[in-house]
Protein backbone atom coordinates (compact mmCIF):
# COMPACT_ATOMS: atom_id res chain seq x y z
CA UNK A 1 0.00 0.00 0.00
CA UNK A 2 1.55 3.39 -0.79
CA UNK A 3 1.81 6.26 1.27
CA UNK A 4 -0.22 9.09 1.37
CA UNK A 5 1.75 12.47 1.41
CA UNK A 6 -1.03 14.26 2.46
CA UNK A 7 -1.41 12.39 5.43
CA UNK A 8 2.35 12.01 6.39
CA UNK A 9 2.23 16.02 6.34
CA UNK A 10 -1.05 16.01 8.41
CA UNK A 11 0.53 14.05 10.73
CA UNK A 12 3.55 15.54 10.90
CA UNK A 13 1.81 18.72 11.77
CA UNK A 14 -0.03 17.21 14.55
CA UNK A 15 2.96 15.56 16.21
CA UNK A 16 5.28 19.04 16.10
CA UNK A 17 2.06 20.83 17.58
CA UNK A 18 1.82 18.62 20.64
CA UNK A 19 5.90 18.24 20.37
CA UNK A 20 5.73 22.07 21.00
CA UNK A 21 2.86 21.90 23.34
CA UNK A 22 4.94 19.88 25.47
CA UNK A 23 7.97 22.61 25.10
CA UNK A 24 5.85 25.28 26.48
CA UNK A 25 4.40 23.22 29.57
CA UNK A 26 8.29 22.08 30.83
CA UNK A 27 9.06 25.44 29.66
CA UNK A 28 6.80 26.96 32.38
CA UNK A 29 7.23 24.06 34.98
CA UNK A 30 11.04 25.52 34.98
CA UNK A 31 9.84 29.05 34.64
CA UNK A 32 8.05 28.49 37.97
CA UNK A 33 10.41 26.82 39.63
CA UNK A 34 12.21 30.41 40.02
CA UNK A 35 9.09 31.67 41.68
CA UNK A 36 9.12 28.31 44.27
CA UNK A 37 13.17 29.22 45.40
CA UNK A 38 11.86 32.71 46.02
CA UNK A 39 9.06 31.58 48.28
CA UNK A 40 11.52 29.84 50.46
CA UNK A 41 13.84 31.81 50.02
CA UNK A 42 11.45 34.40 51.91
CA UNK A 43 10.43 32.14 54.33
CA UNK A 44 14.23 31.84 55.43
CA UNK A 45 13.84 35.73 55.64
CA UNK A 46 10.90 35.59 57.97
CA UNK A 47 12.89 32.88 60.16
CA UNK A 48 15.75 35.45 60.55
CA UNK A 49 13.43 38.08 61.72
CA UNK A 50 11.64 36.38 64.33
CA UNK A 51 15.02 34.73 65.68
CA UNK A 52 15.54 38.86 65.84
CA UNK A 53 12.29 39.18 67.27
CA UNK A 54 13.63 36.88 70.14
CA UNK A 55 16.52 39.00 70.85
CA UNK A 56 14.22 41.75 71.65
CA UNK A 57 14.18 42.95 75.01
CA UNK A 58 12.93 45.78 77.07
CA UNK A 59 15.09 45.58 80.37
CA UNK A 60 17.10 48.74 78.42
CA UNK A 61 14.38 50.83 77.32
CA UNK A 62 10.94 49.66 76.45
CA UNK A 63 9.76 51.75 73.94
CA UNK A 64 13.23 51.78 71.87
CA UNK A 65 12.16 47.53 71.72
CA UNK A 66 8.42 47.82 71.04
CA UNK A 67 9.33 50.10 67.45
CA UNK A 68 11.81 48.21 66.96
CA UNK A 69 9.29 44.63 67.78
CA UNK A 70 7.16 47.00 65.79
CA UNK A 71 9.25 47.30 62.67
CA UNK A 72 9.85 43.76 62.44
CA UNK A 73 6.61 42.45 62.33
CA UNK A 74 5.37 44.83 60.02
CA UNK A 75 8.37 43.61 57.65
CA UNK A 76 6.97 40.09 58.37
CA UNK A 77 3.92 41.20 57.17
CA UNK A 78 5.46 42.73 53.92
CA UNK A 79 6.70 39.39 53.69
CA UNK A 80 3.87 37.31 53.81
CA UNK A 81 2.08 39.83 51.06
CA UNK A 82 5.03 39.10 48.84
CA UNK A 83 4.18 35.38 48.78
CA UNK A 84 0.35 35.79 48.09
CA UNK A 85 1.68 37.60 45.29
CA UNK A 86 3.87 34.85 43.65
CA UNK A 87 0.52 32.94 44.32
CA UNK A 88 -0.62 33.87 40.74
CA UNK A 89 2.58 33.30 38.78
CA UNK A 90 2.19 30.00 40.24
CA UNK A 91 -0.29 28.71 37.44
CA UNK A 92 0.70 24.98 37.16
CA UNK A 93 1.26 24.76 41.00
CA UNK A 94 -2.39 25.51 41.56
CA UNK A 95 -3.77 24.15 38.95
CA UNK A 96 -2.56 20.75 39.04
CA UNK A 97 -0.73 20.39 42.38
CA UNK A 98 -2.28 21.92 45.52
CA UNK A 99 -5.49 23.73 46.15
CA UNK A 100 -5.57 27.40 45.99
CA UNK A 101 -7.91 27.56 48.98
CA UNK A 102 -5.61 25.86 50.89
CA UNK A 103 -2.67 27.69 49.59
CA UNK A 104 -4.00 31.30 50.41
CA UNK A 105 -5.92 29.98 54.21
CA UNK A 106 -2.00 29.37 55.51
CA UNK A 107 -0.81 32.78 54.95
CA UNK A 108 -4.21 34.09 56.04
CA UNK A 109 -3.60 31.75 59.50
CA UNK A 110 0.50 33.20 59.19
CA UNK A 111 -0.66 36.70 58.69
CA UNK A 112 -2.89 36.43 61.29
CA UNK A 113 -0.66 35.44 64.41
CA UNK A 114 1.98 38.02 62.98
CA UNK A 115 -1.12 40.76 63.89
CA UNK A 116 -1.75 38.86 67.08
CA UNK A 117 2.79 39.15 67.71
CA UNK A 118 2.38 42.63 66.65
CA UNK A 119 -0.79 42.84 69.39
CA UNK A 120 0.50 40.98 72.27
CA UNK A 121 4.04 42.62 71.72
CA UNK A 122 2.50 46.43 72.67
CA UNK A 123 1.03 44.93 75.54
CA UNK A 124 3.87 43.24 76.51
CA UNK A 125 6.49 46.62 76.67
CA UNK A 126 3.42 48.36 78.08
CA UNK A 127 3.27 45.58 81.07
CA UNK A 128 5.39 46.25 83.71
CA UNK A 129 4.63 42.79 85.48
CA UNK A 130 5.90 41.15 82.58
CA UNK A 131 2.35 39.07 82.72
CA UNK A 132 1.78 38.57 78.73
CA UNK A 133 5.84 37.39 78.35
CA UNK A 134 5.66 34.12 78.52
CA UNK A 135 2.31 34.32 76.13
CA UNK A 136 4.57 35.92 74.22
CA UNK A 137 7.11 33.66 74.03
CA UNK A 138 4.57 30.55 72.86
CA UNK A 139 3.32 32.93 69.84
CA UNK A 140 6.79 33.25 68.80
CA UNK A 141 7.24 29.45 68.72
CA UNK A 142 3.84 29.34 67.19
CA UNK A 143 4.84 31.61 64.51
CA UNK A 144 7.87 29.72 63.90
CA UNK A 145 6.46 26.52 63.73
CA UNK A 146 3.73 27.42 61.16
CA UNK A 147 6.15 29.25 59.07
CA UNK A 148 8.26 25.32 59.12
CA UNK A 149 4.88 24.02 57.94
CA UNK A 150 4.59 26.28 54.75
CA UNK A 151 8.48 25.43 54.55
CA UNK A 152 7.87 22.32 54.04
CA UNK A 153 4.62 22.58 51.94
CA UNK A 154 6.72 24.36 49.25
CA UNK A 155 9.31 21.79 49.25
CA UNK A 156 6.95 18.86 48.69
CA UNK A 157 5.34 21.01 46.46
CA UNK A 158 8.59 21.39 44.34
CA UNK A 159 8.81 17.56 44.75
CA UNK A 160 5.98 16.62 42.86
CA UNK A 161 6.53 19.57 40.10
CA UNK A 162 10.21 17.87 39.54
CA UNK A 163 8.59 14.65 39.56
CA UNK A 164 6.08 16.03 36.56
CA UNK A 165 7.95 17.65 35.22
CA UNK A 166 10.83 14.62 34.76
CA UNK A 167 7.60 12.93 33.23
CA UNK A 168 6.73 15.50 30.97
CA UNK A 169 10.83 15.83 29.91
CA UNK A 170 10.40 12.02 29.03
CA UNK A 171 7.54 11.80 27.07
CA UNK A 172 9.36 14.78 25.20
CA UNK A 173 12.10 13.00 24.56
CA UNK A 174 10.99 9.77 23.69
CA UNK A 175 8.49 11.71 21.01
CA UNK A 176 11.43 13.47 19.72
CA UNK A 177 12.78 10.40 18.90
CA UNK A 178 10.18 8.99 17.74
CA UNK A 179 9.54 11.59 15.60
CA UNK A 180 12.92 11.95 14.54
CA UNK A 181 13.23 8.04 13.23
CA UNK A 182 9.63 7.57 11.91
CA UNK A 183 9.35 10.63 9.97
CA UNK A 184 12.92 10.24 8.70
CA UNK A 185 12.29 7.26 6.85
CA UNK A 186 8.95 8.65 5.63
CA UNK A 187 10.57 12.17 4.43
CA UNK A 188 13.22 10.13 2.97
CA UNK A 189 10.82 8.23 0.49
CA UNK A 190 9.17 11.61 -0.46
CA UNK A 191 12.28 13.04 -1.26
CA UNK A 192 13.12 10.40 -3.59
CA UNK A 193 9.45 10.59 -5.38
CA UNK A 194 10.19 14.79 -5.56
CA UNK A 195 13.51 13.66 -7.31
CA UNK A 196 12.15 10.66 -9.05
CA UNK A 197 9.43 13.67 -10.56
CA UNK A 198 12.24 16.15 -11.25
CA UNK A 199 14.59 14.24 -12.99
CA UNK A 200 12.36 12.57 -15.70
CA UNK A 201 15.22 9.74 -16.83
CA UNK A 202 13.76 7.32 -19.86
CA UNK A 203 15.72 4.67 -17.08
CA UNK A 204 12.77 6.43 -14.66
CA UNK A 205 10.38 5.07 -17.21
CA UNK A 206 9.11 1.99 -14.82
CA UNK A 207 10.12 3.27 -11.76
CA UNK A 208 6.94 3.04 -8.94
CA UNK A 209 6.41 5.89 -6.74
CA UNK A 210 6.10 5.36 -3.16
CA UNK A 211 3.51 8.07 -2.44
CA UNK A 212 0.04 7.96 -3.93
CA UNK A 213 0.61 11.81 -5.30
CA UNK A 214 3.48 11.17 -6.77
CA UNK A 215 2.19 7.70 -8.72
CA UNK A 216 -0.63 10.08 -10.01
CA UNK A 217 1.69 12.35 -11.70
CA UNK A 218 3.73 9.87 -13.23
CA UNK A 219 0.72 8.12 -14.17
CA UNK A 220 -0.40 11.34 -15.83
CA UNK A 221 2.96 12.05 -17.52
CA UNK A 222 2.77 8.35 -18.75
CA UNK A 223 -0.53 8.24 -20.02
CA UNK A 224 -0.02 11.69 -21.71
CA UNK A 225 3.10 10.23 -23.48
CA UNK A 226 1.50 6.98 -24.50
CA UNK A 227 -1.28 9.11 -26.32
CA UNK A 228 1.10 10.64 -28.72
CA UNK A 229 1.81 7.84 -31.02
CA UNK A 230 3.62 9.77 -33.27
CA UNK A 231 7.43 9.99 -32.14
CA UNK A 232 8.04 12.38 -35.03
CA UNK A 233 6.29 15.42 -33.03
CA UNK A 234 7.81 14.84 -29.86
CA UNK A 235 11.62 16.58 -28.69
CA UNK A 236 13.52 14.03 -28.07
CA UNK A 237 15.65 15.55 -25.04
CA UNK A 238 12.40 16.94 -23.19
CA UNK A 239 9.54 14.18 -23.97
CA UNK A 240 7.36 17.49 -24.51
CA UNK A 241 5.91 18.33 -28.18
CA UNK A 242 8.67 19.97 -31.06
CA UNK A 243 7.54 22.97 -32.89
CA UNK A 244 5.83 20.43 -35.56
CA UNK A 245 3.71 18.78 -32.40
CA UNK A 246 3.02 22.13 -31.58
CA UNK A 247 0.73 23.20 -34.61
CA UNK A 248 -0.47 20.07 -34.83
CA UNK A 249 -1.63 19.22 -31.30
CA UNK A 250 -3.27 23.43 -32.25
CA UNK A 251 -5.11 22.41 -34.56
CA UNK A 252 -6.83 19.67 -32.77
CA UNK A 253 -7.59 21.99 -29.36
CA UNK A 254 -7.94 25.05 -30.71
CA UNK A 255 -11.58 24.10 -30.33
CA UNK A 256 -12.01 22.61 -26.92
CA UNK A 257 -12.49 26.26 -25.45
CA UNK A 258 -13.87 28.71 -27.63
CA UNK A 259 -15.25 31.43 -24.89
CA UNK A 260 -11.93 31.43 -23.46
CA UNK A 261 -8.77 33.24 -24.00
CA UNK A 262 -5.85 32.10 -25.82
CA UNK A 263 -2.20 33.23 -24.76
CA UNK A 264 1.29 32.73 -26.51
CA UNK A 265 3.94 32.49 -24.43
CA UNK A 266 8.03 32.09 -25.70
CA UNK A 267 10.51 31.80 -23.14
CA UNK A 268 14.22 31.22 -23.24
CA UNK A 269 16.54 30.32 -20.61
CA UNK A 270 19.25 33.20 -19.91
CA UNK A 271 22.62 32.72 -20.97
CA UNK A 272 21.85 29.72 -22.33
CA UNK A 273 22.64 29.86 -26.10
CA UNK A 274 23.57 26.96 -27.99
CA UNK A 275 26.86 28.80 -29.36
CA UNK A 276 27.77 30.26 -26.32
CA UNK A 277 27.50 26.84 -23.68
CA UNK A 278 28.87 27.54 -20.34
CA UNK A 279 27.93 23.65 -18.97
CA UNK A 280 28.70 20.39 -20.03
CA UNK A 281 26.25 18.59 -22.42
CA UNK A 282 24.61 16.04 -19.56
CA UNK A 283 24.08 19.15 -17.43
CA UNK A 284 22.48 21.62 -19.90
CA UNK A 285 19.95 18.44 -20.97
CA UNK A 286 19.42 18.23 -17.32
CA UNK A 287 18.49 21.52 -16.89
CA UNK A 288 15.76 21.70 -20.03
CA UNK A 289 14.42 18.71 -18.36
CA UNK A 290 13.20 20.19 -15.40
CA UNK A 291 12.15 23.26 -17.07
CA UNK A 292 10.13 20.68 -19.30
CA UNK A 293 8.93 19.24 -16.27
CA UNK A 294 8.16 22.44 -15.07
CA UNK A 295 6.16 23.54 -17.22
CA UNK A 296 4.26 20.45 -17.28
CA UNK A 297 3.12 20.34 -13.80
CA UNK A 298 1.07 24.10 -15.26
CA UNK A 299 -0.20 22.53 -17.78
CA UNK A 300 -4.15 21.95 -18.57
CA UNK A 301 -6.27 19.81 -20.71
CA UNK A 302 -6.27 22.05 -23.25
CA UNK A 303 -2.80 23.71 -22.89
CA UNK A 304 0.44 22.61 -25.17
CA UNK A 305 4.31 22.97 -24.02
CA UNK A 306 6.63 22.57 -27.02
CA UNK A 307 10.48 22.93 -27.16
CA UNK A 308 10.66 25.32 -30.53
CA UNK A 309 13.98 25.97 -30.09
CA UNK A 310 17.48 24.50 -28.14
CA UNK A 311 17.04 27.26 -25.24
CA UNK A 312 13.44 28.20 -25.89
CA UNK A 313 10.02 26.81 -25.07
CA UNK A 314 6.69 27.93 -26.79
CA UNK A 315 3.52 27.81 -24.31
CA UNK A 316 -0.02 28.07 -25.40
CA UNK A 317 -2.76 28.12 -22.75
CA UNK A 318 -6.97 29.05 -22.50
CA UNK A 319 -7.88 30.76 -19.98
CA UNK A 320 -10.92 32.75 -18.47
CA UNK A 321 -9.55 36.05 -18.72
CA UNK A 322 -6.20 37.78 -19.90
CA UNK A 323 -5.13 38.13 -16.58
CA UNK A 324 -5.27 34.74 -15.52
CA UNK A 325 -3.32 33.76 -18.82
CA UNK A 326 -0.77 36.59 -17.50
CA UNK A 327 -0.40 34.96 -13.57
CA UNK A 328 -0.21 31.69 -15.14
CA UNK A 329 2.93 32.56 -16.88
CA UNK A 330 3.99 34.83 -13.75
CA UNK A 331 3.57 31.77 -11.87
CA UNK A 332 5.88 29.61 -14.29
CA UNK A 333 8.50 31.76 -14.34
CA UNK A 334 8.34 32.32 -10.39
CA UNK A 335 8.63 28.09 -10.35
CA UNK A 336 11.36 27.92 -13.06
CA UNK A 337 13.60 30.77 -10.85
CA UNK A 338 13.25 28.52 -8.24
CA UNK A 339 15.08 25.71 -9.47
CA UNK A 340 18.80 24.71 -8.16
CA UNK A 341 20.81 23.14 -10.65
CA UNK A 342 24.44 21.64 -9.27
CA UNK A 343 27.60 23.19 -11.08
CA UNK A 344 30.91 20.81 -12.19
CA UNK A 345 32.40 22.87 -9.51
CA UNK A 346 30.03 21.60 -6.79
CA UNK A 347 28.84 24.67 -6.06
CA UNK A 348 24.54 24.87 -6.95
CA UNK A 349 22.82 28.41 -8.99
CA UNK A 350 19.93 28.89 -10.12
CA UNK A 351 18.55 29.78 -13.51
CA UNK A 352 16.41 32.79 -15.22
CA UNK A 353 14.32 33.14 -18.09
CA UNK A 354 13.04 35.99 -20.23
CA UNK A 355 9.55 35.85 -21.61
CA UNK A 356 7.22 37.25 -24.41
CA UNK A 357 3.80 37.02 -23.37
CA UNK A 358 1.02 38.13 -26.39
CA UNK A 359 -2.66 37.69 -26.55
CA UNK A 360 -4.16 35.73 -29.86
CA UNK A 361 -7.07 37.26 -31.51
CA UNK A 362 -9.07 35.10 -32.99
CA UNK A 363 -8.77 36.05 -36.92
CA UNK A 364 -5.02 35.86 -36.38
CA UNK A 365 -2.72 32.67 -37.28
CA UNK A 366 -0.81 31.31 -34.85
CA UNK A 367 2.55 31.56 -36.51
CA UNK A 368 2.18 35.35 -36.69
CA UNK A 369 1.50 35.27 -32.92
CA UNK A 370 4.30 33.33 -32.27
CA UNK A 371 6.64 35.53 -33.84
CA UNK A 372 4.83 38.62 -32.54
CA UNK A 373 5.44 36.96 -28.93
CA UNK A 374 9.04 36.26 -30.09
CA UNK A 375 9.23 39.95 -30.61
CA UNK A 376 8.09 40.69 -27.24
CA UNK A 377 10.87 38.24 -26.07
CA UNK A 378 13.59 40.22 -27.77
CA UNK A 379 12.58 43.13 -25.66
CA UNK A 380 12.57 41.26 -22.43
CA UNK A 381 16.43 40.30 -23.18
CA UNK A 382 17.08 43.74 -24.63
CA UNK A 383 16.15 45.12 -21.39
CA UNK A 384 18.26 42.62 -18.98
CA UNK A 385 16.16 39.76 -19.26
CA UNK A 386 14.53 37.80 -16.11
CA UNK A 387 11.65 39.56 -17.10
CA UNK A 388 7.62 39.31 -18.65
CA UNK A 389 7.50 41.40 -21.66
CA UNK A 390 3.95 42.39 -23.47
CA UNK A 391 2.47 44.33 -25.42
CA UNK A 392 2.56 47.37 -23.31
CA UNK A 393 6.43 47.29 -23.29
CA UNK A 394 6.84 47.82 -27.19
CA UNK A 395 8.12 51.49 -28.14
CA UNK A 396 5.93 53.42 -31.26
CA UNK A 397 9.37 52.40 -32.84
CA UNK A 398 9.06 48.61 -31.95
CA UNK A 399 5.48 48.92 -33.38
Not at 86 to 101: A, V
Not at 102 to 109: A, I, K, R, S, V
Not at 139 to 144: I, R, S, V
Not at 238 to 263: C, H, I, P, W
Amino acid sequence: MKLSLAKILKNLQSVLLLNTLLVVIVALFVYEQNFSYKKIENLDEQKSILKALRTISKSDDPEVAKIQFDGKTSLLLVKINQLQRLYKYDLLGKYFIYSPTEYMQDFNELGNLIKELDRLAKRYFEDKKDSTGKKLEELLLKTDKKIDELYIKIVHNNKHKNFILAQLVTILLLLSIFTTFWYRKRLKTIFEDIFLLSSIHHANKNHEANTQEADAILHRLRKKNADTVDQSLLDPVTDTLNYKGLRTVYAQKKNMKETYFTSVTVLEIDNFSKTDREYPLELTQTILKKVAFTLSLFEQTTDIVARTDYNQFTIVIARATKEQCFKEVERIKESINELKFKLPNGKYANISISVGFAIKQSNKPLDDVIAFAKQLLKVAKEKGGNMIAQKSDLTKLDI
